[in-house]
T-cell receptor, first 109, second 115 residues
Framework: EDQVTQSPEALRLQEGESSSLNCSYT??????LFWYRQDPGKGPEFLFT???AGEEKEKERLKATLTKKESFLHITAPKPEDSATYLC??????????FGPGTRLSVLP | GAVVSQHPSWVICKSGTSVKIECRSL??????MFWYRQFPKQSLMLMAT?????????EQGVEKDKFLINHASLTLSTLTVTSAHPEDSSFYIC???????????FGSGTRLTVV
């Protein structure tokens, strides 16, 4: 059975304090791993798609990496506006998304 | 590109009434639409998948007669919560996937409160 876990469940950072969020997955035939940002009361906003181990993608202060078992979302010098829940999801061939439980990030000024 | 519009953003209804939520893909044809439910501080739980012109496929434990899904066109899917009860109060989110696309685009969500 496809599974996705995320850690930590919640993370508090001071503004400028870099850190990483983890997404571990077990899936047969990974087709893609997706990172989304979700603000309270809103739908998820697409951040990245990673397709194969070793792949990296960057967007502003965020950088996503992928291995055969996990993905990391690195946040460099975060700002308060980066506060949100970060969701990862995996898609196996012929299957729908399986979402992780998310990491709630709070960046304090 | 790839915008999905979901309406209404919030709705309050009386117990026993029905509520319809709309999900529209604005700039692409959505061959597949997905409906999710999300409880506070929890992740998204897939309720059903619908392909244009076909009956929706419901996840285990989701009542087909209670959550009616219609995907009559390539740009519109609707979720109707019938005979709503307070336990149906939740955040409902749709997402859409276009032909040949891997990614999913999400709507902004609908907060349903049944009183």
């Amino acid at each position: 059975e496809d599974q996705v876990t995320q850690s930590p469940e919640a993370l508090r950072l001071q503004e400028g304090e870099s850190s990483s969020l983890n997404c571990s997955y077990t899936v047969s035939g990974l087709r893609g791993l997706f990172w989304y940002r979700q603000d309270p009361g809103k739908g998820p906003e697409f951040l990245f798609t990673l397709y194969s181990a070793g792949e990296e993608k960057e967007k502003e202060r965020l950088k996503a990496t992928l291995t055969k078992k996990e993905s990391f979302l690195h946040i460099t010098a975060p700002k308060p506006e980066d506060s949100a829940t970060y969701l990862c999801a995996v898609q196996a061939a012929g299957q729908n998304f399986v979402f992780g439980p998310g990491t709630r990030l709070s960046v304090l000024p | 590109g790839a915008v999905v519009s979901q309406h209404p953003s919030w709705v309050i209804c009386k117990s026993g009434t029905s509520v319809k939520i709309e999900c529209r893909s604005l700039d692409f044809q959505a061959t597949t639409m997905f409906w999710y439910r999300q409880f506070p501080k929890q992740s998204l739980m897939l309720m059903a998948t619908s392909n244009e012109g076909s009956k929706a496929t419901y996840e285990q434990g989701v009542e087909k007669d209670k959550f009616l899904i219609n995907h009559a066109s390539l740009t519109l899917s609707t979720l109707t919560v019938t005979s709503a009860h307070p336990e149906d109060s939740s955040f409902y989110i749709c997402s859409a996937r276009g032909r040949g696309r891997y990614g999913y685009t999400f709507g902004s969500g609908t907060r349903l409160t049944v009183v």
